[in-house]
């Protein structure tokens, strides 16, 4: 059997994913000693393979869930400002399916979105004509009208791999 090591260190983070580097980065910061163990290599597993966005959490707001809305919203303005270099602005394209919500309430919750934390790096959303607007060309002729609104996508194995270098460097 192999003899156990004693690591000395204020803070042992077990895993190699946005949230153990994100923590040792934030306890590095605070002056705390900081080891980090990873089995394989940063981001090499679900950090890896996330959906790359960056966003508020626009569904929750259907769960009257403002306060994580905007702590959401709020965090993405500050990625935003601290990393353009791997975060960028994105447009989405919603279509109005009134067999699931009505035009107003999509319009009411957009509004939301874009008022619950201050926005200055992101357009606001507006509404489009689906008939004439090119995002509308490979939709069904059903659909009508539609809601443009903002968010961010990332290069999330390099923002893993930049925190676990600051992390590093404190």
């Given amino acids: 059997?192999?003899?156990a090591r004693k690591i000395d260190c204020d803070v042992l983070v077990v895993g190699g994913g946005i949230?153990?580097?994100?923590?040792?980065?934030?306890?590095?910061g605070r002056g705390l000693s900081v080891v980090l163990c990873e089995k394989d290599d940063l981001a090499s597993?679900?950090?890896s393979a996330s959906s790359k966005l960056i966003h508020g959490g626009l569904r929750y707001l259907e769960y009257y869930e403002f306060g994580l809305v905007r702590k959401a919203l709020i965090e993405r303005e500050v990625l935003l400002r601290s990393a353009p270099h791997i975060i960028w602005p994105m447009r989405f394209v919603t279509p109005v399916d009134k067999a699931q919500r009505p035009a107003w309430m999509?319009?009411?919750?957009l509004f939301l979105y874009d008022h619950l934390a201050h926005r200055d790096l992101l357009d606001g959303s507006s509404g489009i004509d689906l008939r004439s607007h090119a995002a509308g060309k490979p939709l069904k002729a059903a659909f009508k009208r539609g809601f443009v609104y903002s968010d961010a996508c990332v290069d999330d194995a390099r923002l893993v791999m930049l925190n676990a270098i600051d992390a590093a460097d404190k």
């Fill in 19 to 28: 949230n153990g580097v994100g923590i040792a980065r934030d306890a590095a």
């Fill in 106 to 109: 999509i319009r009411a919750g």
């Fill in 1 to 3: 059997m192999e003899q």
């Fill in 45 to 47: 597993h679900t950090s």
